[in-house]
């Protein structure tokens, strides 16, 4: 068996099921060995009903109260039961599985898993499985790995595909010395491989996991220090004189710019005009004014008659940008171009001949900015955020267009001093840690999920008010589908609630389109409150919006939380976070205490990495942290120093990280 081979040479897969897998980025066998599951269903100890909580997934021994009934729902049949036991009642409920009514009879005892949820406020399992309690204890020893899946793919048809490449995973190669893979305690790679996949135990997972984890911190250190290696042989082709309209925008703004602003700005007008290309990063918490600081730069850079882009990571805030920087720098006689996916086959035609053509100075968009079909007159910076982090690819896709740009990168993630030395060691940092004068600071509170229909009227209050509200419903990683049917439902519940709002849902099994319509709407005030996942927590500024409530908060890391929480409080009406804790663990508290006593992200990131520790492989993986599949920079603090310390060993060491390189992008094949 090739690496290389086309998945389509295994038994199962057709052309049809290749077009789906294609859509996960999965082409080839090494595509597939590296495609791990996202997360593992394991079956625990069953739960008394009354300690269950909403939205983690759980296992209650119910006996059946009465028999099933079939309604014709919606769309389709439902089948509703009530199970019980000494401590309470639940329902459960299955769509499209009406012969369940024959099967399952009133009396009968079965071991019920499933992810509860709210229904007309009652609490209820939907689609749970069930089992004999003999049955069960037999799953209760096994894991069952569960794999990121599109419409039409099943988790079963990944399983088996990857069952049939199990001997040539086993056969890798690591591209790790064994000396140096013992002094860390590390896993083989191709049994760390194997046991992502099939895990025997927690334990071998763990380990499996580590090594895992390990590869990604290491490899992202190494493309770092590749490019910081290569940093000091790129001189400064586009050398940026400070020019007097800055001094005048400055000048013209409604406040002033605070002593972090304008350092940050100081070390970017000298990077501008320093022998060697500027790659700097400026790290500020939500709020902290980072993007008048890139706007400066920006017009810097088109008053020494260059071009500069602004890449931004959805095209809603990249819509949102490009109206921000018309009305800033259009005043000084800087044209603005916007280029998105959304746009016409014809209007990107027409915005790559204004490219080409230098009548347009500065070009907003998504990734869009760096592809083949753009040419640039003169392209001298860049300015884009953490989500587009420039890796080796993007650098050498524009090294090959002949451009070598000066490279801005804006983080809003707070992260330890630390670790941002190890994460950001390619680029100088410029810290924002001070807040704008008129930044009004949230007002956080965590409660109950008793106090939900206090937090609803409250939520209509400040519609009233004029204001808008976002609503965050839990995650749900074993299905995507579970997840927008739960954002759906919660809106549709909200909405029987609270019927004179304006109330819509947003979930990541929308069309591409159909969401950038509803933040747009939300945006332009024609939705008071948007229910969505966390594919809000970044690429939407509204600065209308009041209020941020959180449901099952504890399930999030207290940095994403506080990201989420960085969507309200940019108006100048005060704005509220509330926090509703599922559970009544004490550890939820303690966390989640953290942001409701402080808005300070960078404490924020501190109080993370102290209380949830390093090695917590099962909790819940900070989102947007970086662009890491596995690592997570809070929980595995102490892998990410070990890789580092490792590389600075093998540099020492005058080890041939070419050709470590070399074996890492050959899918660790030697």
Known sequence: MNGQDSIQTLKGIGAKTAELLSKMNVETIDDLAAFYPRSYLTYDEPLP??????????????????????????TVPLTIGRVGDASGRIDVMWFHMPYLKNQLRAGQTYVFTGIPVYRNNR??????????????????????????LTKGLSNKTVQKAVEQIRDYIGSRADYLPDEIRRQYGLMRLPEAMGQAHFPIDRDSLLRARQRLVFDEFFEFLLNMYRMKETKGGNPNR?????????DQLIRSLPYRLTGAQQRAFDDIRNDLRAPYVMNRLIQG??????????????????????????MAPTEVLAQQHYRSLCETLGAYGVRVGLLTGSLSA???????????????????????????????????????????RFGVKQRETLEKKGILPHVLVMSATPIPRTLALILYGDLD?????????????????????????????????????GRQAYVICPMVEESEAIEAENVTDYARQMQESLPDLKISALHGQMKAEEKTKILEDFSNGKIDVLVSTTVIEVGIDVP????????????????????????????????????????????????????????????????????????????????????????????HADLLQAANDCLNRMIRENCDLDAVFRKINQNFIL
Do not use: W
């Open 346 to 388: 014809k209007e990107k035609r027409l915005m790559y001949d204004r490219i080409y053509r230098h009548e347009v100075d500065v070009v907003v968009g998504t990734h869009a900015l760096i592809q083949e079909k753009v040419v640039y007159q003169n392209l001298a910076l860049v300015v884009t955020d953490e989500q587009h």
């Open 544 to 635: 209308n919006a009041a209020v941020m409530l959180t449901e099952n908060a504890e399930r999030f890391g207290l940095s994403q939380l506080h990201q989420l929480r960085g969507r309200v409080g940019r108006g100048s009406h005060q704005s509220y976070c509330i926090m509703i804790q599922g559970t009544k663990s004490r550890e939820a508290r303690e966390r989640l205490e953290v942001l409701n006593r402080s808005n300070d992200g960078f404490f924020i990131a501190n109080e993370d990495l102290r209380l949830r520790g390093p090695g917590d492989f099962f909790g819940v993986r900070q989102s947007g942290d970086m662009t890491f599949r596995l690592a997570d920079i809070y929980s």
């Open 285 to 310: 918490d939500v709020g902290s004014g980072k993007t008048i600081v890139a706007e400066l730069a920006l017009l810097m850079t088109a008053c020494a008659g260059y071009q500069g882009a602004f």
């Open 429 to 465: 940092i410029s810290v924002m840690d001070e807040m704008p004068s008129n930044r009004i600071p949230i007002k956080n509170c965590v409660v109950g999920p008793e106090y939900r229909d206090t937090a609803f009227r409250f939520i209509a209050g400040k519609v009233r008010e």
């Open 49 to 74: 009903v009354a300690d269950i909580s909403i939205g983690t997934r759980v296992s209650v021994v119910g006996t059946i109260l009465a028999p099933l009934t079939v309604r014709k729902g919606r």
């Open 123 to 148: 609490i209820a399992l939907e689609q749970p499985e069930y089992h004999t309690q003999a049955a069960y204890r037999a799953k209760m020893r096994a894991m069952q790995p569960v794999y990121s």
């Open 238 to 246: 586009y050398e940026i004189p400070p020019c007097p309209e800055c």
